[in-house]
Structures are given as C-alpha cells and as structure tokens.
C-alpha cells in the first residue's frame, strides 16, 4: 500500500508523540496475541480487511507509551485507536480508557467481537461495529 506524503507525517507525528520505540510497529500487516480469543481476531481481521481495501494504513498491537497495547491503529483516518471488545468489562475498559492521555480519551472507536460463524453475513456488519 502506498502511503501519501501528508498520511505519512501524520503517522510520524503519532508515533513521536504516543507508541513506545522499544517495540516494533508494522504497517499495513496483522499480528496477534496469542491470549486473546477466537472472536477478537475474526473481528481485528475484519477491521483490518476493511481498513486495507479502502487504503487507510494501520498498525495491529501497538504498545502505547502508557502502557495500554492498542488492537488497532490507523491515525490517518477515523479514530486514531480502535479498541475490540471481547472479554473486556466495563471497569477493565475504563481503567484502560484511563491510561490513556487526555487528548486520546475521545479518540477510541470501540467494536463489538462477535462469534462469526454463528451469524449470517448482513448479522456480523450489524453486530461488529457498535454504535
């Protein structure tokens, strides 16, 4: 995927300012963890398959300098941090939320993981993306 000179400042600019430099970040490229769930990473994949075939660059588990690793990442476009909701309850996501800074607390797009296989096709793109 090419990456246009303003999208390119603007992902530098947020990797300056938030990502922790000890780990590694790669573009356009999904990873997980082995400790999330089946329906966490159907839901990441889907996100990222959106992302990529409408050209927006995103990074999956980015370590945050607050310590918080961000399931996505796409600075670009839509919110900054996209967060999948799994096994989260309401107090793990708000001392997660909490963690963040201040300017980022309004920047998280939340999705609902759903078990895929157990749904049709118009279900998911209902039950994925909480609104």
Same mark, same amino acid.
């Given at each position: ?18 990502? +922790? ?6 573009? /356009? ?10 329906? %966490? +990473?159907?839901?990441?994949?889907? $996100? $990222? ?7 927006? *660059? ?7 300098? $607050?310590? /918080?690793?961000?399931?996505?990442? $796409? *600075?670009? %476009?839509?919110? *900054? ?39 049709? *096709? ?10």
């Amino acid at each position: 995927m090419v990456m246009f000179r303003a999208e390119q400042e603007i992902i530098n600019d947020f990797v300056r300012r938030y990502v +922790d430099r000890s780990f590694r970040v790669y573009w /356009n490229k999904m990873s997980f963890e082995l400790k999330n769930g089946f329906a %966490h +990473d159907q839901a990441v994949f889907r $996100c $990222c398959r959106a992302l990529h075939l409408l050209g927006v *660059p995103f990074a999956t588990e980015v370590r945050l300098r $607050c310590g /918080n690793v961000a399931d996505i990442v $796409c *600075p670009t %476009h839509i919110k *900054p941090l996209i967060e999948v909701l799994a096994s989260e309850t309401d107090f793990s996501l708000s001392k997660k939320l909490l963690r963040l800074p201040e300017e980022l607390r309004g920047e998280v797009l939340l999705l609902r993981a759903v078990v895929v296989n157990k749904l049709s *096709p118009e279900e998911i793109d209902e039950a994925v993306f909480i609104r």
